[in-house]
Nanobody, 116 residues
Framework: QLQLVESGGGLVQPGGSLRLSCAVS????????MGWYRQAPGKQRELVAD???????NYADSVKGRFTISRDNAKNTVYLQMNSLKPENTAVYYC??????????WGQGTQVTVSS
């Protein structure tokens, strides 16, 4: 059974930075597309960024230039570096793994709160 464990969330002031991490157990990490999604209260879950097994990245327009997704296959970990955070970035951030059209796993989520 795959497990995805997020960490790195917390409270940060507007303009600040956070780095989220998602550690994956199991052996399919290197062939997986990894994504970060977020869900704000009263809103649908949305894609923030994803990265393929070949390191091709994709970002939501609202985070381009401020957020960076990366992966370390040796550590089975995907990261989301978030800079210049805004109050509207407040949400629960979820890590997702997709592989071989069969595997689709989610982490438990980590809260990010941007507030002064």
């Amino acid at each position: 059974q795959l497990q995805l464990v997020e960490s790195g969330g917390g409270l940060v002031q507007p303009g600040g930075s956070l780095r989220l991490s998602c550690a994956v157990s199991g052996s399919i990490f290197s062939i997986s597309t990894m994504g970060w999604y977020r869900q704000a209260p009263g809103k649908q879950r949305e894609l923030v960024a994803d990265i393929t097994s070949r390191d091709s990245t994709n970002y939501a327009d609202s985070v381009k230039g401020r957020f960076t997704i990366s992966r370390d296959n040796a550590k089975n970990t995907v990261y989301l570096q978030m800079n210049s955070l805004k109050p509207e970035n407040t949400a629960v951030y979820y890590c997702n793994l997709k592989a071989t059209r069969v595997f689709d796993y989610w982490g438990q989520g980590t809260q990010v709160t941007v507030s002064s």
